[in-house]
């Protein structure tokens, strides 16, 4: 017999089409499904417990071995001094990214064993300027099974000074000075932990590295740590998070209320969109401060005017 096949034959070869696809469609969904973060294993190839929050993962590094100053002010290890891993699943894997705190002598033992072990060095850089020891600060990038990523940085933090367990500290408010009305002039709730008060403010647009989606929790939001200096001043560091015609009326308008901009880098490679991050130092009054950097606040999503020709 020649021609077209009668219906009911051509009927039942299309639901067997459909139904072989529909079997390969699932057995490759539950392949490439997404799986939950293996938290616990990453706590135990750490030796340090981190904390969830959504679908990410952070662990963190204070420096509280160090003594650091800036401007006679003796820098918390929250305000400017820990580093972080922040965990996301991808798939069946996982992607880890942050950055350590290190010392200047810490730092290429470090990004060497980062390499050797197909970690990303995203970026090596200060965040401070005039602090005394230097802090250098070097931002990775990895992907694979979770427990090897942790396997990893633990392989890594050995090769530094980094404290494993974080000193006690008092989570008490009322040791930043101004804290209500730091947080009423920036319009941003924040928290209190060992006498830094954190405040952050995520970018709105999506935003990815390597093609994976970074939400908020993986340092894709502008940062600001406030602490006690001498009586009636407060120190601040941080970050503003900036799209790149967003950079230059943020130094304008922190420049214009004395606030230094201590440094302007990349911390991501392969990221959409570009982003810059600038980070800086305030040193006044807690109205001063706040002053300052809701003036910067203000300033995003502002753009560089156009040169005159």
Do not use: C
Request: aromatic letters at 4%.
């Amino acid at each position: 017999m020649t021609g077209r096949p009668p219906l009911p034959m051509m009927v039942t070869a299309a639901v067997g089409v459909a139904i072989a696809t529909a079997l390969a469609g699932g057995f490759a969904g539950t392949v490439n499904a997404q799986q939950p973060l293996d938290t616990a294993a990453i706590q135990q190839a750490i030796g340090k417990a981190g904390q969830l929050s959504g679908d990410v993962y952070k662990v963190t590094f204070p420096r509280s071995d160090l003594h650091v100053t800036r401007d006679a002010v003796v820098i918390k290890p929250g305000l400017a001094l820990t580093g972080w891993a922040a965990f996301k699943a991808v798939g069946s894997e996982a992607v880890t990214h942050g950055d350590l705190a290190l010392l200047e002598g810490e730092v290429n033992p470090v990004i060497t064993r980062m390499r050797t072990e197909g970690f990303e060095v995203t970026a090596i850089h200060n965040h401070l300027l005039g602090e005394s020891p230097r802090v250098m600060y070097v931002h990775f990038w990895g992907r694979g099974p979770a427990s090897r990523l942790a396997s990893t940085l633990k392989a890594v933090l050995a090769l530094t000074a980094i404290p494993m367990t974080d000193a006690p500290a008092s989570s008490a408010n009322e040791e930043v000075p101004g804290a209500d009305q730091i947080q009423s002039t920036l319009g941003l709730k924040g928290a209190a932990k060992g006498g830094v008060l954190g405040l952050s403010r995520p970018r709105p647009e999506p935003i990815t590295m390597m093609g994976v989606t970074l939400p908020p929790a993986i340092g894709m939001a502008t940062a600001i740590n406030i602490q006690a200096a001498e009586a009636g001043k407060v120190a601040s560091t941080g970050d503003f998070v900036l799209v790149g015609n967003e950079v230059n009326p943020v130094i304008s308008a922190l420049r214009a209320h004395g606030i230094e901009v201590t440094a302007l880098h990349n911390h991501m490679i392969d990221g959409s969109p570009d982003l810059y991050f600038m980070h800086f130092w305030a040193h006044d009054t807690p109205e001063r401060v706040s002053a300052g950097l809701k003036a910067g606040l203000d300033a995003m999503g502002q753009k560089t005017p156009t040169m005159r020709h």
